[in-house]
């Protein structure tokens, strides 16, 4: 009798171990750093020397099991959307980030970051408040879209990495002067991962 109590305290015990290291055993998350950056160009319409941007929020997507990820560097049209849900998406940034690209000539400037999950990300949301942009000196209202940003851009994160993704804009191809002497946003943006 006493050595099936001493087993069965025994098995207790065990059990006890191993179902608190399950909870306890760290779980691998990665840290995602999202920056942006550009290099002042001379349009045919004038040369910029300052490009300011309010940048609400940067968000990534989660691939599905079956996704194929789609990891480049090359520069893509952004594409405007109205998709503002939230399923499978991770906010990185979001708080209001106002920068002015052309300050930032071959170097990054970090808008934030976020200790997350690791897995296959298939696209990248960006939403972009308002904008100004000085051309010859003399400043104008850039329009920008009125829903969301969508790149095509994917990123694999690895467990316990740091990865910083940056968003380089290419102003020139980016902005549009309209017949009326306006000027609009319509971003051409490359994605550049590296790994910290």
């Given at each position: 009798?006493?050595?099936?109590?001493?087993?069965?305290?025994?098995?207790?015990?065990?059990?006890?171990?191993?179902?608190?290291?399950?909870?306890?055993?760290?779980?691998?998350?990665?840290?995602?750093?999202?920056?942006?950056?550009?290099?002042?160009?001379?349009?045919?319409?004038?040369?910029?020397?300052?490009?300011?941007?309010?940048?609400?929020?940067?968000?990534?997507?989660?691939?599905?099991?079956?996704?194929?990820?789609?990891?480049?560097?090359?520069?893509?049209?952004?594409?405007?959307s109205?998709?503002?849900?939230?399923?499978?998406?991770?906010?990185?940034?979001?708080?209001?980030?106002?920068?002015?690209?052309?300050?930032?000539?071959?170097?990054?400037?970090?808008?934030?970051?976020?200790?997350?999950?690791?897995?296959?990300?298939?696209?990248?949301?960006?939403?972009?408040?308002?904008?100004?942009?000085?051309?010859?000196?003399?400043?104008?209202?850039?329009?920008?879209?009125?829903?969301?940003?969508?790149?095509?851009?994917?990123?694999?994160?690895?467990?316990?990495?740091?990865?910083?993704l940056?968003?380089?804009?290419?102003?020139?191809?980016?902005?549009?002067?309209?017949?009326?002497?306006?000027?609009?946003?319509?971003?051409?943006?490359?994605?550049?991962?590296?790994?910290?």
């Amino acid at each position: 009798m006493r050595h099936t109590k001493y087993v069965a305290l025994v098995i207790i015990i065990l059990a006890s171990v191993v179902i608190t290291g399950c909870l306890t055993a760290p779980v691998g998350e990665s840290t995602l750093i999202i920056a942006v950056k550009d290099a002042p160009k001379t349009t045919n319409f004038g040369t910029i020397t300052h490009l300011w941007l309010n940048i609400s929020e940067v968000s990534v997507h989660r691939a599905s099991d079956n996704q194929i990820v789609i990891e480049d560097d090359e520069e893509e049209n952004a594409t405007e959307s109205d998709d503002t849900g939230t399923a499978g998406w991770t906010i990185v940034v979001d708080e209001l980030q106002t920068v002015d690209l052309m300050q930032y000539i071959n170097v990054s400037k970090v808008i934030g970051q976020k200790t997350m999950s690791p897995g296959n990300y298939t696209q990248i949301r960006l939403k972009i408040d308002s904008g100004t942009i000085t051309v010859d000196d003399t400043e104008y209202i850039l329009a920008v879209p009125s829903g969301v940003l969508k790149l095509n851009r994917g990123f694999v994160l690895e467990e316990d990495e740091i990865q910083k993704l940056t968003l380089d804009f290419n102003v020139e191809q980016s902005v549009i002067r309209t017949g009326s002497g306006q000027y609009m946003l319509k971003p051409v943006i490359a994605v550049i991962s590296e790994r910290m």
